[in-house]
C-alpha cells in the first residue's frame, strides 16, 4: 500500500520559514522523481519544486531563491524549505512521486494528501 504522509504546513507571519516533509512507503523511493505541487483558491495548480531521481532540482519562477527542496533516499522522504514566505504562498502543499518527466512536466504516479500553508500577519 502506497503512501505519501505531509507534515509541516501551517500558520506563519509573512516574511517566516516552514519546512514541509513528505514521509513514503510502499515504493521503491529511489527511482521516483519527487516534488510538490500547490493550489490556492481559485488559481490552477502550480508545480512549486521537483528533485529528480538523479538529485536535479527545479523551481517555479516565483520560488527561486527562497524555497529549497530536497530528498533523503535513506528515509524514503522528501522535503520542502520554504523561507520568506509571502501571502501570495498561501495554498494547499501537495507532493507527489512520479517515474516520468516529460519537458520537466511530472506524470504523477501518486499523490499526498495535501498540506494547508497559510501566510498571514
Known amino acids: 500500500q502506497v503512501q505519501l504522509g505531509e507534515s509541516g504546513g501551517g500558520l506563519v507571519q509573512p516574511g517566516g520559514s516552514l519546512r514541509l516533509t513528505c514521509a513514503t512507503s510502499g515504493i521503491i523511493f529511489r527511482i521516483y522523481n519527487m516534488g510538490w505541487y500547490r493550489q490556492a483558491p481559485g488559481k490552477q495548480r502550480e508545480l512549486v519544486a521537483l528533485?529528480?531521481?538523479?538529485?536535479?532540482?527545479k523551481y517555479a519562477d516565483s520560488v527561486k531563491g527562497r524555497f529549497i527542496i530536497s530528498r533523503d533516499n535513506a528515509k524514503n522522504a522528501v522535503y520542502l524549505q520554504m523561507n520568506s514566505l509571502q501571502p501570495e504562498d498561501t495554498a494547499v502543499y501537495s507532493c507527489f512521486a512520479a517515474r516520468q518527466l516529460r519537458s520537466w512536466e511530472p506524470r504523477v504516479d501518486y499523490w499526498g494528501q495535501g498540506s494547508q500553508v497559510t501566510v498571514s500577519s
Open positions: 528533485v529528480t531521481l538523479d538529485y536535479i532540482t
